[in-house]
């Protein structure tokens, strides 16, 4: 971190596990700060001493001790209760070594409306705290009985006029109420004593639940924090950048890779902000390859289906069991070395085209992707490799006959590529994912490869709610889709949990359907059902509706464009391909045509297909 970055703190009530356990994530994922979140001191066997010096030897400082509740605006017998507990914890404070305290806005009901009563009796206890050399963050809850937005929280700690008091600005308690938070840059900059972010998804809900359940890091959800953080920055903020987010899957998952994917996001935003030293993302140039890690029971399969498809086998690794299969410019890898169940396949490993596959890999370990050693011999090629979150390789490579380097190299010529189906490269891929991890391999791509994310979608597919979230470049031609069931409980389920597609793409697609089925494509069958439908709510002209009938062939349409589409069965156990056209501006998945793909695959599978 350089000198001029502002520091990076995280609240340990966002990792799960012990506070030993959280300290010791925290640092590990290089966090500057740790505010101390009281539950979890209280749970400790430690003392607050020995926190304190545990956390001095993990390198990290105590930036805030929280919270405080139901303080300000209470009768004189509660202020009396209230002013000897805030003394003990000044006691708590000293021995931690914290020189803040988050005080939140009162949801008590013995508070009353009263902004007069409340300053004073800030003023008081921040001048209690200021002689024990503590200060006093007040913050306003969204759910505040009285007090729940920033600007009136403002004018409090403002009539309170307390060198010790300022404020604590929570971007969720900010962004989910729909406040404009422009108005912050008027605040002065030493007022400002402490900053929580947290993103969100938008949710139209008790705003107390969804902030106890559905925060996020920031980039994976909904609100526009560097905006907001730029605004914090502006009015002259220089303490650090705080995570606080309560989350259902983060507060049960390993807090190892939790805090990381929270450094992540950090990192991501500063890079927005212009405050750190991430080296920029090198544009990409496309799909150099997806590896099926494959057996000797689902390699022939694969190799039939590719085939079928158009494609041909063209080369042979010199040193590996890996063949290059190749039909335009989609190049699909068959390795033999899968580790899976036998007669299994599944999608290893995805390279992309960069203009600096040496500056794509800086990037990425700056982002904390971990990288992955590879062997290859003399005269090799030496592919930069990242380990994606659900154990994905992603290569950076420039693939072309004018690069002395070129991975294709590696491959003996086996035979030239033929005429094929129409297909000239790979379109984009559909990666499910374990639920507890979409939204962290959301920010994953998208920081680390500098992809943009589309909105998060959700549709009812047969065995549940599906959520879908693409990201792109902007000239998307390096597009994921990442996909996740919402709930999966007991055993109705359906036998392809973490189903992987490779689309490709073609000019024409009912031409390559016609012509991959008379080479004996494994193409998925769609009922008539869909096509009367579709006929009722689109009414595409007939000759093109009686076409698609014909070939099994799905369709959707925007306001920019249309898309046709059409789908193999399903390969060794999760893999397909689909095969797409792209007419006009449609930038889409065709994912209102999912949960009928979904179907048909179902059949397929109990016909034995």
């Given at each position: 971190m350089s000198s001029t970055e502002p520091r990076r703190s995280i609240a340990t009530v966002c990792l799960s596990g012990t506070l030993a356990d959280k300290l010791t994530a925290a640092a590990r994922a290089g966090f500057d700060g740790v505010e101390i979140f009281e539950n979890d001191l209280i749970a400790s066997s430690w003392s607050a001493k020995e926190i304190s010096e545990h956390c001095s030897?993990?390198?990290?400082?105590?930036?805030?001790?929280?919270?405080?509740?139901?303080?300000?605006?209470?009768?004189?017998?509660?202020?009396?209760?209230?002013?000897?507990?805030?003394?003990?914890?000044?006691?708590?404070?000293?021995?931690?070594?914290?020189?803040?305290?988050?005080?939140?806005?009162?949801?008590?009901?013995?508070?009353?409306?009263?902004?007069?009563?409340?300053?004073?009796?800030?003023?008081?206890?921040?001048?209690?705290?200021?002689?024990?050399?503590?200060?006093?963050?007040?913050?306003?809850?969204?759910?505040?009985?009285?007090?729940?937005?920033?600007?009136?929280?403002?004018?409090?700690?403002?009539?309170?006029?307390?060198?010790?008091?300022?404020?604590?600005?929570?971007?969720?308690?900010?962004?989910?109420r729909g406040s404009d938070p422009a108005a912050i840059r008027t605040i002065p900059g030493e007022k400002l004593f402490f900053l929580q972010l947290a993103d969100a998804p938008r949710l139209q809900m008790d705003v107390l639940q969804w902030s106890r359940h559905h925060r996020l890091f920031p980039g994976q959800g909904a609100f526009d924090l560097t905006a907001f953080t730029g605004h914090v920055l502006a009015a002259g903020y220089r303490g650090p950048l705080s995570l606080e987010v309560f989350n259902d899957v983060f507060r049960q998952a390993d807090p190892a890779p939790a805090a990381v994917d929270a450094m992540r996001s950090l990192l991501a935003l500063q890079e927005t902000l212009g405050v750190t030293d991430v080296p920029p993302a090198p544009e990409l140039a496309g799909h150099a390859f997806v590896e099926l890690a494959v057996d000797d029971v689902s390699e022939p399969r694969l190799a039939e289906a590719l085939s079928g498809l158009g494609f041909a086998e063209t080369g042979r690794h010199r040193s590996k069991p890996v063949r290059l299969w190749q039909q335009g410019d989609a190049r699909i890898l068959l390795n033999g070395n899968a580790s899976g169940p036998r007669g299994s396949a599944s999608v290893g490993a995805v390279a992309v085209e960069s203009a600096d596959p040496v500056g794509s890999a800086r990037r990425a370990q700056r982002l904390l992707a971990p990288p992955l050693p590879r062997d290859h011999r003399a005269g090799e090629a030496d592919l930069s490799a990242i380990a994606a979150p659900d154990g994905t390789s992603v290569f950076f490579c420039r693939t072309?006959?004018?690069?002395?380097?070129?991975?294709?190299?590696?491959?003996?010529?086996?035979?030239?590529?033929?005429?094929?189906?129409?297909?000239?490269?790979?379109?984009?891929?559909?990666?499910?994912?374990?639920?507890?991890?979409?939204?962290?391999?959301?920010?994953?791509?998208?920081?680390?490869?500098?992809?943009?994310?589309?909105?998060?979608?959700?549709?009812?597919a047969p065995f549940g709610l599906v959520r879908s979230r693409t990201v792109a470049d902007p000239a998307g031609r390096v597009r994921i889709a990442l996909q996740s069931a919402l709930l999966r409980r007991g055993d109705w389920a359906p036998k392809v949990r973490e189903p992987q597609c490779v689309a490709l793409s073609t000019g024409d697609a009912l031409a390559s359907a016609r012509r991959m089925r008379e080479r004996g494509a494994p193409l998925l069958e769609i009922p008539g059902n869909y096509y009367d439908d579709l006929d009722a709510r689109l009414a595409p002209e007939p000759a093109l509706l009686a076409a698609l009938r014909e070939q099994s062939v799905l369709y959707d349409r925007d306001e920019h464009g249309e898309l046709l589409h059409f789908f193999t069965v399903v390969l060794g156990g999760r893999v397909f391909f689909e095969v797409v056209q792209r007419i006009g501006a449609y930038a889409g998945d065709g994912a209102a045509n999912s949960p009928v793909r979904m179907a048909a695959h179902r059949r397929q599978r109990e016909a034995g297909a």
């Open positions: 030897e993990l390198g990290l400082s105590i930036d805030l001790y929280q919270p405080f509740r139901d303080f300000e605006a209470v009768p004189p017998d509660v202020l009396a209760r209230n002013l000897r507990r805030a003394e003990l914890k000044f006691d708590v404070m000293e021995q931690l070594g914290a020189g803040t305290m988050l005080v939140c806005s009162s949801v008590s009901p013995d508070a009353v409306d009263d902004d007069e009563l409340a300053a004073e009796q800030l003023h008081l206890l921040a001048e209690r705290a200021a002689a024990r050399g503590i200060r006093i963050a007040y913050e306003a809850l969204a759910w505040g009985r009285f007090v729940n937005t920033y600007e009136h929280s403002w004018r409090i700690v403002r009539r309170a006029a307390h060198p010790a008091l300022g404020l604590c600005l929570d971007s969720f308690h900010i962004l989910s072309g006959a004018e690069t002395g380097d070129s991975w294709l190299g590696d491959f003996t010529v086996t035979e030239p590529a033929g005429p094929g189906t129409g297909v000239t490269k790979i379109d984009h891929l559909a990666l499910a994912q374990p639920f507890d991890h979409f939204d962290e391999a959301a920010l994953f791509y998208r920081a680390v490869l500098g992809l943009e994310p589309e909105p998060v979608t959700e549709f009812a």
